[in-house]
């Protein structure tokens, strides 16, 4: 397969991150079996391709809903976050696990664990598909897909200025590709 000509190169392999969802998909149904039915909270958009392909292999009872954040302004990070689409269920008194495509900074999976918690479910976690190396080391994620460099990312849900999602693997940017040079 060609690399697009934006890419500098394939950070993770559409093989490596199928592999790493059938070991998280395993780890998360082993930690909830028994417990009833998990609320999977997609955060839009760039969770959604992560989203479906966990939750399919889930073994565990479970249901989806959306959130859409932003912590982003019209070309920085503003450090404030907005909820663009709030949770439709509620819960209070289940079980609810944060699915969430990337931790940069934390601002964004902090402000919304705060905003659940507050909400009283019965449990909240996150898996995340990547972080960061260096980055949000305070951030707590409990399942963790990949640890990747701190350069621009994209595929697999990830995106740069609504471009490149939909790429089965994760790739690293060139960097005059967002930076208009």
Partial sequence: MALHSEFERILVTEEEIQNRLDELA??????????????????????????????????????????????YGSKTVSGAVRVLLDLRADIYDKHVLIVEDIVDTGNTIDYLSMMLNARNPASLKSVVLTRKVGKAINTPVDYLGFEIPDVWVVGYGLDFAERHRTWPYIAELKPEAYSGK
């Fill in 26 to 71: 395993a780890e998360i149904s082993d930690d909830y079996r028994g417990k009833g039915s998990i609320v999977l909270v997609g955060i839009l958009k760039g969770s959604y391709m992560f989203m479906a392909d966990l939750a399919r292999r889930l073994t565990i009872p479970h249901y989806i809903d959306f959130m859409a954040l932003s912590s």
